[in-house]
């Protein structure tokens, strides 16, 4: 009976504390708000293992990889790709593991439809494949894709870069939304290429 009566109490309590006056529920996007990216007024989620670094410290960090030398070469090629392009971007990298980072960067306003969202997507695609020529290793588009938030239009390329039994799962995004254009890289060799989270784009 004591049982019975313990657990009405603590529904009562929790139907009350969910009605409470004056008090705004938060919506999921904002109890994130730990692990979001915030660029150029887009709010983006990542996971909480994510933190935000500087160039330095992800060198300093990619030096850890001594028997991975192929791919720190490759992920400091892309760092010093994003730095001449002399735009605002951000570095997110896993606290775990260096290998899956995230880069966010200014990019130009593209004024997107399918059209030129293919045209976007083949021009990157073969452009990865020169690239993967020159580092030797092997080079696999996975997909290419065009989908629309309500507030953005965005082109997404995924692919995978291999060598020998290591291999690097990357997609790249372009977001075309009110506040101009964003790019994102998202390297990750757990498959993860957070497009569920580039799907909830936020304007402010």
Request: glycine letters at 2%.
């Amino acid at each position: 009976m004591k049982k019975k009566l313990l657990l009405i109490l603590c529904a009562i309590l929790i139907i009350g504390c969910e009605y409470i006056p004056g008090e705004k529920k938060k919506s999921t996007f904002s109890a994130f708000t730990k692990n979001t990216i915030e660029f150029r007024e887009n709010t983006i989620m990542l996971t909480s293992s994510y933190v935000k670094t500087s160039p330095d410290e992800f060198k300093s960090r990619l030096d850890s990889l001594n028997n991975k030398s192929l791919f720190k070469k490759i992920a400091l090629e892309e760092l010093k790709k994003i730095e001449d392009k002399n735009v605002d971007f951000q570095l997110f990298v896993e606290n775990r593991n260096v290998e899956n980072y995230v880069f966010v960067y200014a990019c130009d306003y593209y004024q997107l439809d399918e059209h030129r969202a293919a045209t976007v997507v083949e021009a990157l695609s073969n452009q990865l494949k020169d690239e993967s020529s020159k580092q030797k290793v092997k080079y696999h588009r996975i997909h290419g894709r065009f989908f629309f938030t309500p507030n953005s239009k965005i082109v997404k390329l995924k692919y995978m870069k291999a060598f020998k039994k290591d291999k690097k799962f990357q997609a790249e995004y372009i977001v075309a939304s009110k506040s101009g254009g964003i790019g994102l890289l998202v390297s990750n060799v757990e498959n993860i290429d957070f497009e569920r989270s580039i799907k909830r784009l936020a304007v402010k």
